[in-house]
């Protein structure tokens, strides 16, 4: 069943070259496309560094995977994966502005 | 907008023909160096204080200008921003606009900003140059940015920004006589910039990229050391090995260290006590002294030696860049609790104590995690416990073998009430989190600094800082507890001499309390105890001592037995599971008074805790005495 679900998003993800932050493997990039979160930590977030069009990298991952530490435009930043999965990004494609 | 830019250009005359600024606000995101900064221009010239109305301190130091005239710098809480969205932000906004009450206007602004990480940064530079007061932007940092080859032209950077630009290093004090120049300048109100910026974040940071790009900006490498450290740190065998190290270390630090010392420190006050009382005249006047002052301010100065060590490795462990990472281990754990990482170190030593476990707190940026940390931190079993704890198991429980030579009767009933306290404090940090304090709006996001080298310098003026800030704030209120404490064991008076116990104010207040802990099978002299106790928890023992007519020292077994001959088992049950759960320490509700700036949360507190206490207790009674019929 979870394989299943897992399969199925991935596979939907891929055909649209989007996905969540959440999703994407420790080392791998993306461009920052959307916070799907409440405004004062939509407006953290960029505050700190996570500008739609930006790249965004998976550092690393603390122990059992949560929270990860991700770098923007040389900002490292830790977050747990209740944020990263409303975070859109965009597999490929070259980043808007900056880096 | 438009009105500060024109109130200043409407002062411009005044300010050309002042000599010095007299007010300059440092104003600068976390992680910028800006209080490293700001001691190094003040050192120890400095005062703390709390803006009204807020939890959110404030420093301010003093510097003179060329001419020797004192500048007071007013540093601001570190700020991303300044729409006023959190209480930090808000506070930034109100002093720089001149609305804080009971803070001048300022007359410049300092903003310092990470040169390694410009384009973030440059953002909080825009908001504050657009209110049109004279600015100096400081680039920190100058030795890392240059290290790993980064690179920033100030001077197109200045052109841009319409301001003076300085590339400084707060670490090596490079760079920082444009500090000096700036302040002695008085420079009339610069040409607001017009900057080509739309209201989103999204917009300011386009234009901080274009700015950036301007200027020539080449953003550094990420330090090796850093990224090597991290695969360590962070590595998931490793990483919670190392931790689990740390902690140990730090606990280790505070309970080995940081308890005798204290001991040690309690042991000379009280000969110097004892000392100091064969040179007064014997009477009411000397107990005022010996009995009132000074074992007032031994109670204050006790815990200094467990604040200045807890404060020293967390300051090592916060300027080193380790405890950002150390938040992220725990917090996989820490969330099951509805906490987040950085709550672990602080609770972990309030086990120690709870004094400098509730200061230690600060290291918590989310105020809903820093509230909920303060508010749970004292039922951790903290060291002042454990005297009450030995004495009343030893009283009532035989010792017996329960696991072979590994764990017997006593030391599990010791066991127990660790636990009772931690799971009190689960189920509480649960309670929080689902009601008053929710923290949906405030998640856990941690920014990573590179690891450097902590520095000595600024490590010490912290400690002077916090040991100044309890024993001003906290210690003043502890003195009071304990003098009242004082006239209520000495007074009334009978002939000019200070009553027996059991006549004093003191005695009474315990008999009149006596029908309220009665149905947890205590009688008034628990009462008394209990009433004593809040000066410091151990306390307990002397005053039973004194009630039975043993001496705690001496003959501990004595006061043992007068206690079993007083106290039913299910009360001494009940006697333990109140002291596992009430805040019966002055110095904690002094110290929560002092980080929460009111009474607001102490009060709370101590009622929620003084609730549990009872009901729990009751129940024990009950539930014990129950199976013991």
């Known amino acids: ?99 | 907008m438009a009105t500060s830019t024109m109130s200043c250009h409407a002062a411009a005359p005044v300010n050309q023909d002042r000599t010095a600024y007299r007010t300059v606000a440092v104003v600068g995101p976390p992680n910028s160096g800006k209080t490293t900064l700001f001691n190094r221009l003040t050192k120890l010239r400095q005062k703390v204080g709390n803006f009204p109305g807020v939890t959110v301190e404030h420093h301010t130091g003093y510097v003179r200008d060329a001419n020797g005239e004192e500048i007071a710098l007013v540093d601001l809480p570190g700020v991303y921003s300044l729409s006023p969205k959190s209480e930090d932000e808000k506070v930034a906004v109100d002093v720089l606009t001149g609305k804080m009450p009971g803070m001048p206007s300022p007359d410049a602004v300092i903003v310092v900003l990470n040169s390694t990480n410009l384009h973030t940064h440059l953002v909080l530079a825009a908001r504050v140059i657009t209110l049109g007061i004279p600015t100096l932007v400081l680039l920190n940092m100058a030795d890392e940015l240059h290290k790993q080859d980064g690179h920033v032209d100030v001077l197109s950077l200045a052109r841009e920004l319409g301001t003076p630009v300085a590339l400084v290093s707060a670490t090596t004090g490079q760079g920082l006589e444009a500090v000096q120049n700036f302040l002695s300048s008085a420079a009339p109100c610069p040409e607001p910039l017009e900057l080509p910026v739309i209201g989103s974040t999204r917009g300011y940071r386009e234009w901080a990229v274009r700015v950036g790009t301007h200027a020539g900006y080449r953003r550094p490498a990420t330090p090796v050391w850093t990224a090597r450290l991290d695969s360590l740190f962070l590595h998931r065998v490793w990483g919670p090995l190392i931790f689990a190290v740390v902690v140990i270390g730090v606990f280790q630090t505070i309970f080995a260290l940081g308890q005798p010392l204290s001991n040690l420190f309690q042991k000379f006050l009280d000969t110097t006590g004892a000392a100091l009382g064969h040179h007064l005249p014997a009477g009411l006047f000397q107990s005022l002294i010996i009995n009132g002052v000074w074992k007032g301010t031994g109670s204050v100065l006790v815990f200094l030696p467990q604040i200045l060590l807890l404060f020293l490795v967390i300051g090592v462990l916060e300027d080193s860049g380790y405890l950002s990472r150390a938040a992220v281990i725990a917090d996989r754990t820490m969330s099951r609790v509805g906490l987040n990482g950085k709550s672990f170190i602080p609770l972990l030593s309030a086990y120690a104590c709870a004094v400098p476990a509730i200061m230690a707190t600060r290291t918590i940026e989310s105020k809903r995690d820093r509230m909920a940390t303060i508010l749970i931190a004292p039922f951790m079993t903290c060291s002042a416990r454990l005297p009450v704890y030995t004495m009343v198991i030893a009283a009532f429980l035989p010792e017996r073998r329960l696991l072979g030579p590994f764990l017997g009767t006593r030391a599990a009933a010791m066991l127990g009430l660790y636990v009772l306290g931690f799971l009190m404090a689960v189920a509480t940090a649960r309670l929080l989190k689902s009601t008053i304090l929710k923290s949906k709006d405030a998640p856990f996001i941690l920014e990573m600094p590179p690891y450097r080298w902590p520095l000595p310098g600024s490590l010490g003026l912290r400690l002077v800082d916090r040991g100044k800030a309890f024993l001003y704030r906290a210690g003043t209120i502890i003195m009071l507890v304990s003098l009242l404490l004082w006239a209520a064991t000495n007074f009334p008076m009978r002939n000019g001499q200070p009553p027996q116990v059991q006549d004093s104010v003191v005695a009474k207040l315990g008999q009149a309390i006596e029908p309220a802990i009665r149905p947890l099978g205590f009688d008034w002299k628990i009462g008394v105890g209990l009433l004593t106790s809040v000066a410091a928890r151990e306390v307990i023992i002397a005053t039973l001592g004194t009630l039975y007519g043993v001496d705690p020292e001496s003959h501990a077994a004595d006061l043992q037995t007068a206690l079993h001959n007083e106290l039913t088992p299910a009360g001494a049950v009940a006697l333990l599971v109140f002291f596992a759960f009430a805040m019966q320490c002055m110095s904690t509700i002094a110290v929560v008074r002092r980080e929460t700036n009111g009474w607001k949360w102490p009060a709370l507190q101590f009622a929620y805790m003084t609730l549990v206490a009872y009901i729990a207790a009751f129940a024990a009674y009950h539930i014990v005495g129950h199976f013991i019929a």
């Not at chain 1, 799907?36 to 995977?65: D, I, Q, T, W, Y």
């Not at chain 1, 975070?87 to 808007?96: K, S, T």
Request: net charge positive.
């Open chain 1, 1 to 99: 069943m979870i394989f299943n679900f897992k399969f199925g998003r991935r596979r939907k993800a891929e055909s649209a070259r989007a996905s969540a932050l959440a999703d994407l493997k420790v080392g791998e990039s993306a461009v920052l496309a959307e916070l799907k979160l409440s405004p004062p930590v939509a407006e953290h977030l960029m505050n700190l560094g996570f500008v739609p069009g930006l790249v965004v990298k998976v550092l690393r991952s603390g122990p059992g995977g949560d929270p990860r530490v991700y770098r923007v435009d040389g900002t490292e930043i830790a977050m747990r994966r209740d944020l990263s999965e409303h975070i859109d990004v965009e597999l490929l494609g070259a980043p808007a502005f900056g880096d």
